[in-house]
């Protein structure tokens, strides 16, 4: 919203989260958070899926098979757009990056070895289909059995914050990181720098966007709830 509002920047279609379905110029900076859409439009459909009584049968009956089939859509997707593979600007990709979405919820409900086995096989024999570059595809893949296999990891309190507060303020660093990286190569800035500036503003962003989330009318609202539950729920 403030990109908008003091940069012009984007367009009213990034609120709504709608480039797919409207269309926009694909050379505009609207598309910069075109997985965040198509991220969406996958919470939504399950969400309304799941929720019916036959999707709820069918998830708690088959809290991993029903994912890990879905998880199987990859590589049906690498060889039907192999010829003509789609970019982000291309509505096939709501379609054809499904996998991605499923394998992480196939990787989730993983609970068994032969669980974590088959979310492994699907991972090294998926990504290099859909990754050109052989560093980014084998960090990728290292990334994403590293999430599969190991549960938790030794750390040490302060290292535990430190990564606790960038994990939890990921999603704003990368909204924010498109208004800060540019504006600072412009004066000189380069390298580490650069990216230390877009975490630290990311942060300073999440931080100021949780304090007036929990000052707001909603959230007086929920601890009003909270205590007449409570209250309701005493002898």
């Known amino acids: 919203m403030g990109a908008l509002l003091v940069f012009d920047v984007y367009s009213p279609v990034n609120l709504l989260m709608a480039n797919y379905l409207i269309g926009t110029d694909n050379s505009r900076a609207e598309w910069h958070f075109w997985f965040l859409e198509v991220l969406i439009y996958y919470l939504v459909i399950c969400a309304a899926v799941l929720s019916t009584p036959w999707g709820a049968r069918l998830e708690r009956r088959y809290p991993f098979a ?12 690498a ?9 982000q600007y291309d509505p096939r990709t709501i ?8 394998t992480g919820w196939a990787a989730a409900r993983a609970t068994k070895v032969w669980h974590r086995l088959v979310v492994s096989l699907a991972i090294v024999l998926t990504v290099p289909e859909f990754f050109l570059s052989r560093e980014r595809t084998l960090v990728i893949i ?11 990891v030794p750390s040490i309190r302060l290292v535990n914050i430190a990564v606790g507060t960038v994990a939890s303020a990921s ?5 924010m990181h498109w208004q800060v990286f540019s504006r600072l190569e412009q004066r000189g800035m380069a390298g580490v720098s650069v990216l230390l500036a877009c975490v630290v503003i990311g942060i300073a962003y999440s931080e100021a966007f949780r304090r007036i989330q929990n000052s707001s009318l909603l959230a007086h609202w ?3 709830r909270s205590q007449d539950a409570a209250q309701a729920a005493l002898p």
């Not at 999603?171 to 909204?175: A, C, K, P, T």
Request: without cysteine.
């Open 95 to 102: 379609v054809m990056l499904f996998w991605v979405f499923a």
């Open 171 to 175: 999603l704003f660093i990368y909204v």
């Open 66 to 77: 029903l994912p890990a089939s879905l998880m199987m859509s990859g590589p049906v997707m």
């Open 222 to 224: 929920r601890r009003r």
């Open 79 to 87: 060889f039907g757009f192999s010829l003509h593979s789609p970019t």
């Open 142 to 152: 290292a990334g994403l059995l590293l999430l599969v296999w190991v549960k938790t």
